[in-house]
């Protein structure tokens, strides 16, 4: 920290967390101490309200900006925005200025808080941008605090911004979460007066995301080209102990792993990100990091922070951080839970069942919006955590299918169907599990189990969409939740308003609603373990959509319907649609040839020259066996075992040269197809599968080799060695 500050922190320190938490940010505190009383007030009230900050106070609110920054050490800023790249962007600009007199000073206008303009031809655009047209503009998101980021010996000011383009469409991932916000909250409050409910000025979503990782000793991965080119081992044998003892999840953390975390932590606390829990997952090496839940854009812009902050740390600890979803074949892969609710400004949680869930119907109303939505566009959520990566994850053992369903527990499913056959005598208080130990308190039950197998489940008052990948920005899930949501709150509200309007009284026309919502999203509601194939056979029974790869999960953005959705909401426009179709395809093309490269030079500089090496001196020792056979007297019987090791590494490894020389065809087809979508479905068709066979034939290989022969690090080095 900087040598101002009274907190002196370190991995012993008995500091409480709460006497530095966020104080790295512009948060409430630092603005109440900063700016005049008027203009912070002023501030709150634009940032509550969602709105744009006026330019009249925008110059007071940068200068004690600045002034906070400069005391903690802070030289440079820079507005901190989310291109379409799925990470994070910046370009620092230094506060100092010079005088017509020469006169060296430090200024930052409210201009220069408001609106930046990075060169917007660098970064994907899909075809909204030409190359020539360079200008973008990133305006500044006041909903999430501005804070200060460590790097070399500096701090630098980093302010939470959108970015979009000359004309104004949007060039990141952040613009249209915002807007999706906007667009349920007016949804929701217009459903709220229809239920009788007054006074909600903004209804919000919240999101809080579990975070899954893997880290590996640096030395290794260095030495791995695929991981450090692609994210993810291309080759490697599995060792013979695995997860099979599930022996990792939740043991004791390593103390390397456990000073990583600690310092982790140290981090975000500073930057106000409210890390909560840390534990070992289920795959050797694999852990997990998990906040206290915040408002969605907050939520992402922490989420991509967390990332963030656990490479730096992770490199000067020695580690590698994987954030890739399967990085490891045979090993599970790691996940983003996004766990999602709405609420209103007012403080309900419009998920929460309350006591008694079947009389609370505003917790009823918002449910069937749920479900309906996820039932109307399950395609669209699946679309939304499409990628190569997810690819490999979904529908493993560790993951949910690329079937999205939603999980309510017994319970729900219970008040659910009373509610459609007209019961009127279901109860169901809160419930107890008494252990029968004097020494341990009887405890609440939940109303829900929980199914690690759904993809969209109900835990208690939110839902946890666990098909979001690990390396993917929350930002595009989390716009497409809300998007979906404000379509279904309207579908729900247009079919109340309609009853009352045939004579209904509001309470009769309420209730009918839900009946009729129950009733028709019977289809997504799936009790059962979605790892079965039973699961399968009901996706195809009730015509669930089940897209088992990226590009045909993309193309549900060609969809009239779709697109129109988005465009109705004022979240996407066509054009910015298309662009993002566009990307996400490019990018997908463009991750399996370098995939592809990689493994072809691996193949040709490590793996071929190590068997053929070592065939080379088992060959040699052969013959000189041969040559002594009959002298030492060895049997036939040993002669042809020795004889079938050699054949089995001449035959693998020729095997291997011909299955490379056809990747290098495959590779060099690629760009042979005229469309985006024809060179996607030829990766999944054909070069994927291929590169599965190589990998087959390779890992055989490994285990046939002797160990200092071989030059890549093992998966038992890996995942084994702290």
Same mark, same amino acid.
Do not use: N
């Given at each position: 920290m900087h040598k101002n500050k009274e907190v002196h922190l370190s991995s012993e320190s008995k500091v409480p967390v709460s006497a530095y938490y966020g104080s790295l940010t512009f948060d409430h505190k630092a603005m109440r101490a900063r700016l005049p009383k008027e203009v912070f007030a002023a501030l709150q009230d634009t940032i509550k309200a969602g709105k744009k900050i006026p330019e009249s106070i925008a110059g007071v609110v940068a200068h004690g900006m600045k002034e906070w920054a400069m005391e903690k050490g802070a030289t440079h800023y820079t507005h901190w925005f989310q291109p379409m790249t799925g990470s994070t962007a910046e370009k620092h600009d230094a506060f100092l200025s010079i005088d017509r007199d020469g006169t060296p000073i430090e200024r930052f206008s409210g201009e220069q808080l408001i609106q930046g303009e990075p060169d917007a031809s660098s970064f994907p655009s899909g075809g909204m941008r030409t190359t020539f047209e360079a200008r973008g503009y990133t305006a500044w998101d006041p909903s999430s605090p501005a804070f200060l980021m460590k790097g070399g010996n500096n701090l630098t000011l980093c302010i939470p911004t959108v970015f979009i383009s000359y004309h104004g469409e949007a060039l990141d991932s952040k613009t249209p979460l915002l807007r999706s916000m906007d667009a349920v909250s007016k949804s929701a409050i217009r459903l709220l007066e229809i239920l009788g409910v007054n006074g909600?000025?903004?209804? &919000?979503?919240?999101?809080?995301? #579990?975070? #899954? /990782?893997?880290?590996?000793?640096? &030395?290794? /991965?260095?030495?791995?080209p695929d991981l450090v080119m692609t994210g993810r081992t291309l080759l490697g044998a599995l060792p013979p102990k695995g997860q099979q003892l599930e022996d990792h999840y939740f043991g004791s953390i390593p103390d390397r792993v456990l000073e990583f975390m600690q310092d982790v932590e140290q981090e975000l606390y500073l930057l106000g990100i409210p890390a909560k829990t840390r534990h070992n997952e289920v795959a050797p090496h694999q852990f997990e990091i998990a906040p206290i839940f915040e408002e969605a854009n907050v939520a992402a812009d922490h989420n991509l922070l967390t990332m963030e902050v656990m490479r730096k740390v992770a490199d000067k600890k020695g580690f590698a951080l994987l954030l890739f979803e399967k990085p490891f074949a045979g090993i599970n892969g790691s996940g983003k839970h996004n766990n999602w609710s709405i609420g209103t400004n007012t403080g309900i949680n419009l998920l929460d069942p309350g006591d008694t869930p079947e009389e609370n119907i505003q917790f009823l109303v918002f449910l069937v919006a749920v479900l309906k939505g996820v039932l109307k566009r399950s395609d669209v959520l699946r679309m939304s955590i499409a990628s190569i990566g997810n690819d490999h994850r979904l529908g493993a053992n560790e993951a949910p299918p690329a079937v999205v369903t939603v999980f309510l527990g017994e319970l729900l499913e219970n008040v659910l169907d009373a509610i459609e056959s007209g019961k009127t005598d279901l109860k169901t208080e809160k419930q107890f599990l008494d252990l029968g130990l004097s020494q341990v308190p009887s405890l609440n039950k939940d109303y829900t189990d929980r199914n690690r197998t759904s993809p969209f489940a109900f835990t208690g008052n939110k839902f946890e969409f666990r098909a979001v990948g690990s390396s993917q920005s929350p930002s595009v899930p989390n716009m497409v939740l809300n998007t979906l949501m404000a379509e279904a709150i309207d579908d729900v509200a247009d079919a109340i308003e309609a009853k009352i309007a045939a004579g209904k009284d509001r309470s009769s026309a309420i209730l009918e609603a839900i009946r009729e919502g129950i009733t028709a999203t019977k289809a997504i509601r799936y009790p059962g373990d979605n790892y079965s194939e039973a699961l399968q056979i009901a996706a195809k029974e009730r015509g669930l959509p089940n897209m088992k790869n990226t590009p045909q999960a993309l193309r549900t953005l060609e969809k009239a319907d779709v697109r129109a959705m988005f465009v109705k909401y004022g979240v996407l426009s066509e054009e910015e649609i298309h @662009?993002?179709?566009?990307i996400r395809l490019e990018r997908y093309i463009k991750g399996i040839d370098i995939e592809a490269r990689t493994l072809q030079l691996m193949l040709k500089t490590i793996v071929i020259p190590d068997v053929s090496e070592y065939q080379g001196d088992i060959g040699s020792s052969f013959n000189n066996l041969l040559a002594a056979a009959e002298s030492i007297g060895l049997s036939d019987?040993?002669?042809? @075992?020795? %004889? &079938? /090791?050699? &054949?089995?590494? %001449?035959?693998?490894?020729?095997?291997?040269?011909?299955?490379?020389? #056809?990747?290098?065809?495959?590779? #060099?087809k690629i760009e042979s197809f005229a469309t985006e979508f024809e060179k996607a479905d030829f990766c999944v068709e054909t070069l994927l599968p291929h590169m599965v066979k190589v990998r087959e034939v390779a890992d055989k290989l490994e285990l046939l080799v002797d160990r200092s022969r071989w030059q890549l690090p093992t998966y038992l080095e890996m995942l084994f060695e702290h």
């Open positions: 909600v000025t903004r209804v &919000k979503t919240f999101a809080g995301c #579990e975070q #899954e /990782y893997f880290l590996i000793d640096k &030395k290794f /991965y260095i030495q791995r @662009s993002r179709l566009h019987a040993a002669i042809g @075992s020795q %004889a &079938k /090791y050699l &054949k089995d590494l %001449a035959e693998g490894l020729s095997e291997l040269i011909d299955l490379a020389a #056809e990747l290098d065809e495959l590779v #060099e």
